[in-house]
């Protein structure tokens, strides 16, 4: 794992994404309902992107191993609080799965919401079956957030699924 890097988001990276995506269900788990259909082609990132940067602080990265994309977040203000930063869109290359990556590209997107952005709340968003994901937010120091003022259970529908959406809180800060 040596050579890491982490850097802005480029329209090229979208092609990089796409590949590491090989099945409709990571799809869903990756994006939820932001797209609507599966399977997707870059533009339709690129676009989305450009969407979400016009409206709120939202800020592609992607980590690199040896100047290739490995890993991909997004960092953005899911509310009107500057200070409080959402991580979203966390992705692997497949093939670089199960050797760290994850909690290295967890690690940077920490990093910089910390120190670059002075964040002083940072959370995530996962559904509690995508249990691969929950276990290395856990690592990383994310924990489960209880909504006192909601009753309210977030779900997405996949096939004849339902996917109950929580979100994870970092408890670094």
């Not at 890993?71 to 869109?89: N, Y």
């Not at 910089?112 to 996962?126: D, P, R, S």
Request: glycine content about 6%.
């Amino acid at each position: 794992m040596e050579n890491l890097t982490f850097r802005e988001f480029n329209k090229s990276d979208a092609n990089e994404i796409i590949k590491w995506i090989t099945c409709e269900r990571e799809f869903y788990f990756w994006s939820a309902d932001r797209y609507g259909h599966y399977p997707i082609n870059p533009e339709e990132i690129t676009e989305n992107y450009s969407r979400c940067e016009k409206q709120t602080y939202f800020k592609p990265m992607i980590m690199e191993a040896a100047g290739k994309p490995v890993g991909h977040l997004i960092l953005r203000t899911p509310t009107a609080d500057k200070c409080v930063i959402r991580l979203g869109f966390i992705i692997v290359d497949g093939n670089m799965r199960g050797k760290g990556y994850g909690k290295k590209l967890v690690k940077f997107g920490l990093d910089y919401t910390k120190n670059l952005l002075n964040a002083t709340e940072i959370n995530l968003g996962v559904f509690e079956n995508n249990t691969e994901a929950i276990a290395c937010y856990k690592t990383m120091g994310f924990d489960f957030e209880e909504d006192e003022n909601s009753d309210e259970i977030h779900t997405f529908t996949y096939k004849n699924e339902v996917w109950n959406y929580k979100t994870m809180k970092y408890k670094g800060i």
